[in-house]
């Protein structure tokens, strides 16, 4: 194999227990976005348009749709002779096998596949994250300030610091001092789970870890950034100006995809020179009828609009029947909504059936009446019997 | 998963026919759409250009084994076909054959016919393994499955099978070749854009016969210097052989001129047109953009509209096909109109019954219009 400069391993084995029944059957990175692709679409194309063309996907929880989605990596022009994307699940060797224990696990137990590139540096992705980023240019970073471990950070407001990982520097951006979710903050420049390694010390810091603690968490936050950081490796942190989104929780999901409409969206998906690739199914092209209203709305192929539908991200195949209102809602592909139905900040499951005059998170339940909005969730498959109403904030499935 | 084709439907096993796309065709009725691409690569339909009908038809019924043949201005068209992954055609064995026009590079370059690009290419028909070969077109557009005419063809014997389509409504500026058959469905006679004595059945320009007999046939016509694979081969030999039709009764667009084009395009908005073409049997595939989901701006107006993706619109837009990564902005207003891919209409533009082709930017405040039975076309990369 030719060498590589630098390897990417995207992290893509997270169960993602917080977007609820909407990972009930696949993993976090396969969950669908922004009425075309899926979470995982966002760092491999990244990583095509930063020219990376070696990419490890690390699966562990419910792989078969991820796995099949990512297939040969054509779709992300990363069906290469040498390198290319490489599925990599837990496996069984001479003593026995077992799970990745954590992050820092996931790639020990590749180091492996790693070596066979032979790479200079070792990127570390995580698949549930929506932003567009060139990773080329944070290696040039990397070198200019000849780093052994570079972190891609985001400036937070100041009142959002305990909910991130926080990294205080010095005015070289030197890292200097990492603080786990703090009270007190002394930074406001938080952690995205972007990482170029050197993979030399990288190596041999997870065999050190491995090798010497049984019971190691083997992750790379509470194990192996804090042994590198007691030892005065060169940290330094990569400042990220752009639009950066953990979707990891219903609200989070549900704002992101918000995020894409109105004039000027924070994260231009129609951008030619940064596309996000996706498996792009085969569909129709979409069709407004007649009597369809349409407004401040991300629409795909495939979908049949002869209702109103308003501030909302439609995937391929959702048919909106006459008389049928949607706004302020995400629904998912080939999900039926029929005539009457009416549904509002909500989030509808793949292939649901709402049926006629069903009301979705248009009332708002008694017990919750404090002002914060509440979204609604409708699991995949799941059919809406007529004239039913699923109160505000309720999660079905 | 791409697709479920039944490769096996009611004995007709289709593992052994080929098929022949046959592009050497006049294309100049499309004026300023075919200046620079051949018929095939002409866009329709929003996402589509005209070749992904009859290649998605061809896989959809199991066939896998596809020749392309060409005559000119194919840049386009290879451009948009690859190897043939969109189709499921990128295969070790079988799949799609490029059959370039060879005899272009003889030292008399005179162009006979049709016949003669059959002939460039008849190692590729001899050397293929199957024993049947369906001959088409890409001017048709419809969603055929080629498995129920197959078995027709196979169970009646007949020497060649001609799918056709009864019309009640003719064009006058479309050209028609047209089929008269007997009670039991035998062709007694057709005619290629007769000017009078018409027949209400047109032939949808797809034949099915022996691999063996088209070789024949072509040896035969060449040898007595007939080069028109449809008045020599075909009608040629319809006392000779058995030829009988085969009724297809789903929409079908048969495109043979400007207003023929510009009328089928909006025939899509009806619903029942767009379902038999889309949603029936299989579905049309076509060469993947990755373009980004189309957003519809606040204030946006848009409806009975067929929209591909990456289209960005503000302001008004009814009765019209749009192409991928169409930009409207506000004011704007279009009408019965289709808007082929990357083109743009500024501020308080107006179009109304205009074909534009690729590329084109209308700028603000221009006005556009063209007769619904005369559009007006803006070639591509226009600046008006």
Request: with cysteine.
């Amino acid at each position: 194999m030719p060498k590589e400069e630098m390897v990417a391993m995207l992290l893509a084995g997270g169960k993602g227990t917080r977007l609820g029944v909407l990972t009930k059957n696949i993993a976090k990175p396969a969950v669908p976005f922004g009425a075309e692709y899926r979470l995982i679409d966002f760092p491999l194309s990244n990583c095509t348009n930063s020219g990376i063309t070696t990419v490890g996907v690390l699966t562990q929880y419910k792989p078969l749709v991820l796995n099949s989605y990512i297939g040969s990596g054509s779709s992300w022009d990363l069906d290469r002779h040498n390198g290319g994307v490489t599925v990599l699940p837990p496996y069984v060797k001479e003593g026995g096998g077992s799970w990745y224990k954590g992050t820092a696990d996931a790639i020990y137990q590749n180091i492996e596949f790693i070596d066979i590139h032979d790479p200079e540096y070792v990127l570390v992705l995580s698949g549930d994250h929506i932003y567009k980023m060139d990773y080329a240019e944070m290696l040039n970073y990397h070198k200019a300030k000849n780093a052994d471990i570079s972190i891609g950070v985001l400036e937070v407001p100041w009142e959002e610091t305990h909910r991130f990982g926080i990294m205080n520097t010095n005015e070289d951006q030197k890292i200097i001092e990492f603080q786990e979710k703090p009270e007190n903050a002394k930074n406001n420049l938080a952690s995205m789970g972007i990482y170029i390694f050197n993979w030399e010390y990288l190596r041999k810091y997870l065999i050190e870890e491995a090798e010497a603690n049984d019971d190691s968490a083997g992750d790379f936050g509470h194990n192996i950034i804090p042994k590198m950081m007691a030892d005065n490796l060169n940290f330094y942190a990569y400042t990220f100006r752009d639009y950066w989104k953990d979707v990891g929780t219903i609200e989070s999901y549900w704002q992101a995809h918000m995020d894409l409409l109105g004039e000027k969206p924070e994260l231009d998906l129609q951008d030619r020179n940064w596309v996000i690739y996706s498996v792009n199914p085969n569909r129709p092209p979409q069709y407004l009828s007649e009597d369809a209203v349409v407004d401040n709305s991300m629409i795909n192929k495939g979908t049949q609009i002869m209702g109103t539908v308003k501030n909302s991200v439609l995937f391929y195949g959702v048919k909106v029947a006459q008389d049928a209102v949607v706004e302020d809602s995400v629904i998912l592909p080939n999900t039926r909504i029929s005539s009457g139905a009416q549904i509002k900040n909500s989030i509808v499951g793949r292939n649901v059936i709402v049926e006629k005059d069903s009301k979705i998170g248009i009332e708002a339940a008694e017990e919750n009446t404090e002002a914060e909005l509440k979204i609604t969730v409708i699991g995949d498959d799941e059919v809406i019997p007529e004239a039913s109403n699923i109160k505000a904030g309720m999660v079905v499935g | 998963m791409m697709m479920t084709p039944i490769y096996k439907k009611g004995g007709a096993n289709m593992n052994n026919v080929m098929a022949i796309i046959n592009n050497a065709l006049d294309e100049s009725f499309l004026d300023k759409l075919t200046g620079h691409r051949s018929l095939a690569s002409v866009p329709f339909g929003a996402r589509y250009r005209l070749i992904d009908f009859p290649l998605s038809n061809l896989v959809n019924s199991g066939v896998t084994n596809v020749g392309l043949l060409l005559q000119t201005k194919y840049r386009s068209l290879m451009d948009h076909i690859g190897f043939g992954k969109a189709w499921d055609l990128d295969r070790k064995r079988n799949g799609l054959f490029i059959l370039p026009p060879a005899h272009i590079y003889q030292a008399n370059r005179a162009y006979k016919g049709d016949l003669q690009n059959f002939a460039s290419n008849i190692d590729y028909i001899k050397r293929s393994t199957q024993e049947y070969v369906i001959i088409g077109s890409p001017n048709v557009v419809a969603n055929i499955d080629y498995r129920d005419a197959f078995k027709y063809h196979v169970e009646n014997d007949n020497d060649i099978t001609i799918i056709y389509r009864e019309l009640d409504v003719f064009r006058r500026d479309t050209t028609y070749t047209v089929i008269n058959t007997d009670d039991n469905d035998r062709i007694i006679d057709m005619k290629v854009d007769p000017k009078k004595n018409f027949y209400k059945k047109i032939s949808m320009q797809k034949y099915i016969m022996k691999k063996e007999l088209l070789l024949d046939i072509i040896d035969d016509c060449i040898s007595k210097g007939e080069w028109d694979f449809v008045k020599n081969a075909i009608i040629g030999n319809l006392d000779n052989l058995k030829v009988y039709g085969y009724p297809f009764r789903s929409y079908a667009a048969v495109i043979n001129s400007i207003n023929g084009y510009y009328k089928s395009n909006l025939e899509l908005l009806k619903p029942n047109v767009w379902q038999d073409l889309f949603l029936k049997n299989g579905p049309i595939y076509t060469k993947p953009k990755d373009e980004a989901p189309t957003a519809y701006k606040n204030g946006v107006n848009a409806r009975n509209i067929l929209a591909a993706n990456g289209c960005s619109i503000k302001g008004e837009v009814k009765n019209s096909i749009l192409f991928r990564g169409v930009k409207v902005h506000p004011g704007a207003v279009i009408k019965n109109s289709v808007i082929m891919q990357k083109s743009e209409i500024g501020e308080n533009a107006y179009l109304e019954n205009v074909i534009l082709d690729k590329g084109v930017q209308i700028t603000a405040d221009k006005s556009l219009k063209g007769d619904t039975n005369l559009p007006m076309i803006i070639a591509k990369n226009t600046i008006v």
